[in-house]
């Protein structure tokens, strides 16, 4: 009746060494991610209470819900259907990208992303790979309110959420574009 967690992670609070953050987050009758209630915190620290240290605290705070979007280009073998190699390439981008593979704080390998395209029957060559946040509202999708910036959270083609985050694509069908040069 209070709700679900389905992630939790834990990291250090950076303002106290005696607390930890603990992020939590929950999905709606749709399975798309969204913010654990208030009650659901309240009663998971009362259960937690039980069994942390005196001099811990721990602070329970929603994760932060990083949508995004993904574009690709690449080029077909010339004996394929473009339109049943996108759907090919979309399927298995999909596929990867179910919430059930995301943990809190996990990130994103984009040479796995980049294998799963070019890996694909009738891909040639991937041309370009774009990955982005998405804005609070597209169209008419809702998305969550926290902005991200992609570039500024790569690193040696690892591409990070901020502290606390985890990644979603919400819309797949709309949030995954793909095309052929």
């Keep these: 009746k209070f709700g679900r967690v389905f992630r ?6 950076p303002y106290n060494p005696f607390a930890s953050h603990l992020h939590v987050i929950s999905r709606n009758s749709d399975e798309k991610l969204a913010y654990s209630s208030d009650s659901l915190k309240e009663n998971l620290s009362n259960f937690l209470e039980n069994y942390r240290l005196v001099t811990d605290a721990i602070d329970i705070v929603d994760a932060k819900i990083i949508n995004i979007g993904i574009s ?15 759907q ?3 399927a298995k981008l999909i596929d990867y990208f179910d919430i059930k593979n995301f943990q809190i704080d996990m990130p994103i390998i984009i040479s796995e992303i980049q294998n799963i395209i070019q890996n694909t029957k009738g891909v040639v060559s991937l041309l370009e790979l774009d990955i982005t946040g998405k804005p609070a509202v597209d169209g008419n999708n809702v998305y969550s309110e926290t902005r991200y910036e992609a570039l500024r959270y790569i690193n040696r083609g690892i591409l990070y ?19 052929v040069k």
């Design 8 to 13: 939790a992670g834990i990291r250090n609070n």
């Design 72 to 86: 690709y280009s690449i080029t077909i073998d010339a004996n394929e259907s473009i339109d049943i190699t996108l």
């Design 88 to 90: 090919s390439v979309n």
């Design 161 to 179: 959420p901020p502290p606390g985050g985890i990644f979603e694509v919400k819309f797949p069908n709309d949030d995954i574009k793909g095309r």
